[in-house]
């Protein structure tokens, strides 16, 4: 008979009752030796199905999965394990496999409970086998959280299996200590943060570098955004914020998990000076104010395409965003239309009175703009050869510089340290020490912010040179294309390249603020406007009380 084994263990099993995964294991191998059965494992590299550290009340368990779906491919006869709660702690679980088992014609048995799954008097003793395991369990659980607690007010890491990114486990003392690599990058992603880079731009860092997260994945904005919003690097535990409601299923109640919901905030705990930090309370406090903020100017994205323009249009009054949303004019037949509001709206600690203004008149607005541009890309062409310089110029002297300041910041510490040296062997007067290191420690100052200031223009440079190749991929296909249905992914891709901020008041647009080169195109068409004008209404002065610009009056071939 081929015969299948099953061992499981919990940490609370193997300090309560002394019998590991390799105790289970080996009385089971004999068990089936002794009886002359084959034993069956589809897992690599072993002889059983073993889920090591998995709770009795979970189903979710890789290796009786496994065992699951090789029992329905009939690939052995029986099941055995070392006691009956190792296969569930739950008698609902527990039932509900013994009778997939025998609905497959696979045997059950433990090997230390006798009992036959064929008699109802066997069936009988498993219920109550199972309903004595499922009262174990829950004693367990009553005795595990408020141990669970204690250890969190002493300090102790009670997290999933691994650390936060930065630290390691030590299992002796039960506290996190800092793992000197990682913890450097946690610092760093921090400084670059605060330095005016987004999570997503940290990340690509770091995809780009090479470097890879613990587990061998690549950085990700979420896992970024995960270390800047969370406290252990203060040296503070958090325990107790989620848990999962068994009566909710992911998926609308149709996945096969449970959701993950937060907890009442006075069940959560937090324990300061739970071990060492990384950052300070003020780079941490720093980092939460310019998450907030971000949050509150983030781009909204809809899956409408109508709201190419959140994220450039602003209100005058209070200089929040504004943000596209759907509103009902027809209540009638239902029927919406796409608007943009200031986000203060429905913010009570924002008094904002700006008004709303509809997507499609706004939308027209800046198409003037833009038509006005379009009719202009002449001066662009004229500026041909100093945007292909800007673009292929080299960055090597600024380089050169910031190693320059890099190597005169080494120099500088390499000093204070060499000072401190001689003032702890009493060699010089501690009023020259003084007055010395205040020196050196001023110079050191100067030198780091020249090098922040380096770094920062490097940066600005990168980023304009891609800002000039995008505008001229966006001209051409702006000229050759003006009405191909790419046009409207273009618009939307490249409308914060051309437009800093949009400024609303009162439903039309009244400060305009565009990047170059688009705002030399602009302002010469803007020049050549009014040129326009003056000239028809010295001609025609009645002229003036109807006449409009050439450039906002019938649609464009470009629109």
Known sequence: ?????????????????????????????????????????????????????????????????????????????????????????????????????????????????????????????????????????????????????????????????????????????????????????????????????????????????GVSARQGGRFYGKFISDILHSKVYLGTITWNRRHYDKKRKTKNGEGKGYCYVNNDPSKVIEVPNAHEPIITQEMHDAAQKLLARNRTNAVVRF????????????????????????????????????????????????????????????????????????????????????????ATEPEHKIIEELDGKEKDLARNLEKQKGLYEVFSEDKINIDIYKDRAELLRNEEKKLRQDVKAIQIKILEKRNAVNLVKATQDFLLCLRSNPNSEKMDYLIKTFMRIIFKGIYIQNKEIVKVEINEPWKMCYEEGLKWQKKSETTTIQANPRASRVMESVYFCAPSDVR
Not at 320 to 332: A, D, K, Q, V
Not at 358 to 367: I, N, S
Not at 380 to 388: P, T
């Open 1 to 209: 008979m081929k015969v299948a084994l099953y061992t499981r263990v919990s940490t609370e099993d193997q300090a309560r009752e002394g019998f590991s995964l390799e105790v289970q294991r080996n009385y089971l191998l004999q068990y089936a030796k002794n009886f002359g059965w084959d034993v069956v494992c589809s897992l690599s590299g072993r002889d059983v199905y073993m889920d090591d550290g998995f709770s009795g009340g979970n189903m979710d368990r890789p290796a009786l999965k496994k065992l699951l779906f090789d029992a329905r491919n009939k690939m052995f006869d029986l099941v055995l394990v070392y006691k009956q709660d190792r296969l569930s702690r739950r008698l609902k679980d527990l039932l509900g496999l013994l009778e997939e088992f025998e609905n497959l014609g696979i045997g059950y048995k433990s090997a230390t409970e006798p009992f036959d799954t064929t008699s109802s008097a066997g069936k009988m003793a498993i219920q109550m086998l199972g309903s004595c395991a499922e009262f174990e369990r829950n004693r367990l659980v009553e005795r595990v959280f408020p141990g669970m607690v204690m250890g969190v007010k002493r300090g102790h890491w009670q997290g999933a299996r691994f650390a936060p990114y930065g630290y390691r486990h030590n299992k002796e003392t039960k506290k996190l200590e800092i793992h000197p690599e990682e913890a450097k990058i946690v610092r760093d992603i921090y400084d670059q943060y605060l330095g005016g880079k987004s999570t997503a731009q940290i990340a690509g860092h770091y995809y780009h570098l």
């Open 303 to 390: 899956r409408n395409n109508v709201y190419h323009l959140s994220g450039v249009v602003k209100c005058n009054e209070c200089g929040r965003n504004y943000r596209g949303l759907m509103i009902t004019c027809n209540h009638r037949t239902k029927m919406r239309r796409p608007w943009y509001a200031c986000s203060a709206l429905g913010v009570s600690y924002v008094n904002c009175s700006n008004k709303a203004v509809r997507a499609d008149v706004l939308t027209k607005q800046v198409w003037d703009i833009i038509d006005t541009i379009s009719k202009n890309l002449h001066v662009i062409e004229e500026l041909s050869d100093v945007i292909k310089l800007s």
